[in-house]
């Protein structure tokens, strides 16, 4: 499908499009990346530990004696609500997240008082020694826990489309269940971290590990009352985000700077693993109630959809997550009528936060489990039902009245059904699973559709300021923070292709809200959509003045003057890149430029549900094959075969790491990582110990990854390329639809009881109920 020559001119691009190594891959290889606590620290850093209440999820705090604390030695200062200056409030968005728990406890782990010792061990061990008493109350801990309790902690929010009601009592046929999906903690390498360092006139510059320094810029003013102007955020990099340092880093670095603030001293705080896993939130894990109506091939006629999600005891970010959850819950499948309602439920447990895919990955998995079960029921392969269902018309439109112009779903998913030899494969396993009494084989191939941008339209904008030096050499800073994802190395990808350079030319300098204000996340998959077209922005614009001014020199217009090898061309001469930056510094002509971009054609209206809430969509599909032991529950995966859509890649390398990573990340969330809350509110699987992420063992050994190839998004993206942060990880969900049509071939015709995640004691569940419904129905397992 490569288009030749390029419509968009892009064929003779000399750095974008090529597959350049991420530009800290040697410093993390030899541990020289510098992260939060590699800072070298300031003369008399104080450090920071969080104490909260063991006893208590939820109830009115009684008495709090924290002398022992205060006398352990090394204790300079013990932090409580009253020692904070202005708000004790880290709210993201509408309130309710007081940085000191104050009256009650909210939560098992809310931090209640903050230790500042000299030493980090001296902080932890007397963080230990607080006595606090409270009045425990019988915490909602699970979504049906809120539903009984009926407490929600947004209102419930609806998308409808045509008339499901009547459309499902009058389909053919019809199936409904309820469907259970669990949640994900973040896992990131480096934890929650921040450094607070007090300035001049009482300023603070925070060093902090977020993927939003904007908010949390925005935050610390309004806690320590100050402007916004008096703090400063920066961060370097961060070992891993995935969402759990969008808006929940932002508590730590306010405790960080009142520390600062208080004491008058540099202050660090950074979280031990198991304080990090329960003092922050998760994905939000979801009860899926849902019905459908659908004729003998199949096709859906109509979906009723109610998406009860768990937030915890605050907003936090669940109004975007569960708006995302339902935005997705279509997939890439056509629903002639459609209800997709959302109830976002208060739960006395730690606020749902962020989490790579935003809601969407819940969404998606509703939608391929509802596909699954009505080809289980109707004997159908589940790949060709799931084709019949796909969008076709571009006036096709999604349940929230979006349509879906850029369909390229039917030529990506036949291409990997091709070259992943998918209706062989299931040939054979059919063939082996009839043979087969104890190991059983499943097969699935699954699409992925996701929508970029923000749905909170104000945030689809960005900044970045761009330098060129007098020798040629070249800084940029922008307005995105760098987890791990390449960032950095595809803006600079980006400003080098402007300007006709080499990659070496460039320097991308760490975040800070001191050169781009006022920034959006790095959130979204749109990191790179945004500000790498802020950066072009601002490096066109030097470029423009810097041709203007060559072609003075040389007597000719400034449409003749090209940028390319490091060099500049025009009427026969041309002269070092660095030589015409001297001659611009020299003749007072401007090298730096602040570029803004913000994405067009975008448009929601929430209250009215209605607009473009997106820019385009991303494509892909993943094929799965797995084993399972029915006796055991155990499982493993043999293949995984992964077409995905990147639009005109600005980086293969890079892309198809994203794509890998991602990948596994999902596998993870639906097979291995579950999260287990006691009945207390207490959470369980806090340590590594007791919580299972994916590990290389786990990875599938026949791991075929490719870039679906076209000429580049439809849209006018950075070089038409489109966003891989995200939608990856739903490419994972096929690995949880093989399993469960590998326990479905136990009796056919019999869809397995399973949720997510399918763990080895939940597969085993699965396939003993499928056993025992057969053995009931007369029929075979």
Not at 321 to 335: E, G, I, K, P
């Amino acid at each position: 499908m490569n288009a030749s020559p390029d419509p968009n001119g892009f064929d003779g691009l000399a750095v974008v499009s090529k597959p350049h190594p991420h530009d800290s891959a040697p410093k993390h290889v030899a541990g020289a990346a510098t992260y939060i606590d590699d800072i070298r620290e300031p003369a008399g850093t104080l450090h920071v530990a969080p104490g909260h209440a063991r006893s208590a999820a939820r109830g009115r705090i009684v008495s709090i004696d924290l002398a022992d604390v205060e006398a352990y030695p090394g204790v300079v200062k013990v932090l409580t609500a009253r020692d904070v200056p202005a708000l004790n409030d880290c709210s993201p968005s509408i309130g309710g997240d007081p940085v000191f728990a104050e009256d009650e406890i909210l939560f098992h782990g809310q931090v209640v008082f903050a230790v500042v010792a000299e030493t980090r061990d001296a902080a932890r061990r007397a963080a230990r020694l607080a006595k606090i008493a409270v009045d425990a109350a019988k915490p909602a801990v699970t979504a049906d826990d809120a539903l009984d309790r009926n407490t929600d902690v947004l209102p419930p929010y609806e998308f409808l489309k045509g008339d499901p009601d009547a459309a499902i009592a009058a389909a053919p046929l019809s199936l409904s269940e309820t469907f259970r999906i669990g949640g994900q903690e973040h896992f990131y390498l480096e934890g929650q971290a921040a450094l607070a360092i007090p300035q001049e006139d009482g300023d603070i510059l925070i060093h902090s590990s977020t993927q939003h320094p904007t908010e949390v810029q925005h935050v610390a003013a309004r806690v320590l009352g100050l402007p916004d102007a008096a703090i400063v955020c920066e961060c370097r990099r961060m070992g891993g985000g995935f969402g759990g340092k969008e808006s929940q880093a932002t508590q730590w670095a306010v405790i960080a700077a009142i520390a600062a603030r208080v004491t008058g001293r540099p202050a660090k705080i950074r979280l031990d693993r198991d304080d990090d896993m329960i003092m922050t939130g998760k994905r939000h894990d979801m009860r899926v109630d849902w019905a459908a109506g659908f004729d003998e091939t199949g096709r859906i006629l109509a979906v009723d959809s109610k998406l009860y999600s768990r937030c915890g005891y605050s907003a936090d970010l669940s109004l975007g997550v569960n708006d995302r959850a339902m935005f997705h819950s279509d997939n890439a499948y056509l629903y002639p009528h459609a209800r997709i309602h959302s109830r976002r439920l208060l739960t006395d447990t730690v606020s749902n936060t962020a989490f790579r895919g935003f809601g969407g990955p819940q969404g998606m998995v509703f939608a391929e489990r509802m596909m699954d079960a009505i080809a289980i029921t109707l004997g159908l392969d589940p790949l060709e039902l799931r084709k019949r269902n796909f969008y076709k018309d571009p006036t096709d439109t999604t349940p929230y009245g979006m349509p879906v112009t850029d369909n390229i779903i039917h030529e990506l998913v036949a291409e990997l059904e091709r070259t992943s030899d998918y209706a062989r494969r299931k040939a054979e396993i059919d063939a082996f699973n009839a043979k087969s009494r104890i190991l059983k084989k499943g097969i699935a191939l699954t699409p992925v559709k996701f929508g970029i941008s923000f749905t909170l339209i104000h945030l689809n904008q960005a900044g970045a300021l761009v330098h060129v030096y007098s020798d040629g050499s070249i800084m940029a800073n922008h307005g995105g923070t760098e987890m791990g994802q390449g960032l950095h190395t595809k803006v600079a990808q980006v400003v080098a292709e402007e300007f006709g350079v080499g990659l070496d030319q460039v320097r991308i300098t760490a975040t800070t809200t001191a050169k781009v204000p006022n920034t959006a996340p790095t959130a979204a998959s749109s990191g790179t959509d945004l500000n790498g077209m802020a950066a072009r922005i601002a490096a066109g614009a030097i470029r423009e003045r810097m041709a203007a001014h060559a072609a003075a020199l040389w007597d000719c217009v400034p449409a003749e003057i090209r940028f390319r090898d490091g060099r500049v061309f025009g009427a026969n001469k041309s002269m070092s890149f660095g030589e015409l930056a001297k001659s611009c510094h020299l003749a007072r002509i401007q090298l730096s430029h602040a570029g803004f971009y913000r994405t067009p054609e975008i448009h929601w209206d929430r209250a009215a549900v209605k607009g473009r809430p997106f820019f385009y969509f991303a494509y892909g599909a993943s094929c799965s094959e797995v084993t399972i032991d029915t006796l055991t529950g155990e499982m493993r995966i043999d293949r995984v075969d992964i077409l995905h859509d990147v639009g005109r890649s600005l980086n293969p390398a890079i892309d198809i790491g994203q794509i890998e990573g991602g990948f596994v990340q999902g596998m993870g969330w639906l097979t291995t990582e579950e999260l287990v809350f006691d009945a207390e509110g207490r959470l369980r699987t806090h340590a590594p110990s007791t919580y299972k992420i994916p590990t290389a063992s786990d990875v599938p050994a026949d791991f075929r990854v490719a870039l679906f190839e076209s000429g580049g998004a439809r849209e006018d993206t950075i070089y038409r390329s489109k966003a891989v942060g995200e939608p990856p990880v739903m490419l994972g969900i096929s690995v949880f639809s093989a399993i469960t049509h590998a326990v479905a071939s136990l009796a056919p015709g019999i869809v397995p009881p399973l949720s997510a995640p399918a763990t080895p004691e939940a597969i085993l569940k699965a396939c003993a109920a499928v056993k025992a419904r057969a053995t009931r129905g007369g029929l075979a397992p």
